[in-house]
Every structure is written in structure tokens, then in C-alpha cells.
């Protein structure tokens, strides 16, 4: 039994924890919001550290410490790695869908609902200006949100609007500045950063479209029957 652990179990762990290393750390975007597979490694790796310490106290079992945690090790890394898939390939629905017309709207509710209550000073609704003070309401609850204080703002934790801005900024600002290509960014939900971003997606989207024609599969598909051509070549 001992050598059956130290000739399969052991080989085939290094293996694999040596497998998903190699993958996580190539899940790393500079500059992004999405959580990096180097940073999941880093904090993995302590776990490591356990098995000289049972070891040191524990005499006699060194091969079973020693395979019990690098298999421990070896689930948590797929663990979080399937985590990571997850976000990696469903950040996008995370981006706010949302025009400089809904905040303005957000904006008038939210001074009508004030007037009934007597607090307050309501604007004219008319011209730019009352768009960018929408604007800039709309960025303090969302950074409040963030901040988890939104408590001081009169009560808005529950607003939906506020909770997928708040959500998806940090993703929106950044495919933004993938876009910008390194000039000035927008000021957040105004009504160059909402033209900016949907370009930005949509650049995204035919890119994803790109790599979904060059896929595996559809490589296959459409090359299978040169293939079998050529296999059958070879046979006659």
C-alpha cells in the first residue's frame, strides 16, 4: 500500500497542482478588476505550509501528511479556478445597461419623491445643467454604495438603479479605458462615457464572436470531412 501511494498518488498531485499553477497564472489581465489567478495562488500556497508542521510533530506519517495536503491544495485550486472561470466569462453582464436618460429620470423621481416631503429645492429641469447635477447625484450614490454608506443618503440602499451602476463600474471604466487607448477618460455616466462604453462593448462583442468562429468545435466541424478525406487518401 505505501508504494502503491508513493508511486501513483504522489506523481499523479504534482501533476496536477503543477497543471493548474501553470493555467491560473495565465489568468492575469493588468489593470483589470477581475480577480487574477496569480493573486488566488498567492494566497493559496500557505496551505502548503502545513504539512512540515503536522510532520514535525506527527512522526511516522510523513507520505499520508504529505498527500493529504497537496491533495487539499489540489481542490481548493479547482475550486477557485472554476470561480474564476465563472466571473471571467460572465463580467460582461455585470456592465451597467443604462442611457444618460435613465439617470435623468432616477434624478426627477428622486426630486419628487423630496417635494413630497416638503425637503429639499427643486431644480428646473430644463438644460444641461440639470443633466450633470443628475450626474453628479447619480456618482455620489454610487460611490456610496461602494463605500457601504449608503445609509447616509437618505435611505437609496435599496434603489436597483444605483445597486447595478455600483456593481459594474469599476468593469465599465475599464473596458472603457481599453478603448480610449490611453487619452483622457470621460467623466463616469456622462454622455461621452455612455458612447464610449457601448462601442467599447461592441468591439468586445465581435471579438468574442472572432473567437467562437475559431473555436475548437467549429474547426472541426468544418474540417472533418478533409480530413476524412485525406485519412481515406492514405488508405487506398
Known amino acids: 500500500m505505501f508504494n502503491v501511494q508513493r508511486r501513483l498518488g504522489s506523481p499523479l498531485l504534482k501533476c496536477g497542482i503543477l497543471m493548474m499553477i501553470g493555467i491560473m497564472s495565465t489568468m ?3 489593470g483589470s478588476p477581475l480577480t487574477s489567478g496569480r493573486v488566488v ?3 493559496t500556497f500557505p496551505v502548503l505550509a502545513i504539512s512540515p508542521l503536522l510532520s514535525t510533530f506527527i512522526n511516522g506519517y510523513d507520505l499520508p501528511i504529505y498527500i493529504s495536503v497537496m491533495a487539499t491544495f489540489l481542490m481548493l485550486l479547482l475550486v477557485q479556478y472554476w470561480v474564476l472561470c465563472r466571473q471571467w466569462s460572465t463580467w460582461a453582464r455585470l456592465i451597467p445597461k443604462m442611457t444618460e436618460s435613465d439617470i435623468t429620470g432616477w434624478y426627477q423621481k428622486r426630486l419628487g419623491s423630496q417635494a413630497e416631503k416638503g425637503v429639499g429645492h427643486v431644480p428646473d429641469e430644463e438644460g444641461q445643467d440639470f443633466k450633470e447635477i443628475a450626474r453628479l447625484v447619480f ?3 454610487v460611490h456610496a454604495f461602494n463605500r457601504r454608506k449608503v445609509r447616509a443618503f ?5 434603489d436597483q438603479l444605483v445597486a447595478t451602476a455600483a456593481k459594474g463600474i469599476l468593469l465599465a471604466n475599464w473596458v472603457v479605458g481599453k478603448g480610449a487607448n490611453g487619452a ?4 463616469p455616466f456622462s454622455n461621452t ?3 464610449q462604453l457601448d462601442l467599447a462593448m461592441k468591439s468586445q462583442q465581435q471579438l468574442v464572436r472572432g473567437l467562437k468562429e475559431h473555436s475548437a468545435f467549429f474547426l472541426f466541424r ?3 470531412y478533409d480530413v476524412s478525406a485525406i485519412h481515406n487518401r492514405t488508405d487506398d
Open 41 to 43: 495562488l498567492w494566497r
Open 222 to 224: 468544418y474540417a472533418k
Open 193 to 195: 462615457w455612455f458612447v
Open 28 to 30: 492575469h489581465f493588468s
Open 184 to 187: 483622457q477618460l470621460p467623466e
Open 154 to 158: 437618505s435611505g437609496y440602499a435599496r
Open 139 to 141: 456618482c455620489a450614490e
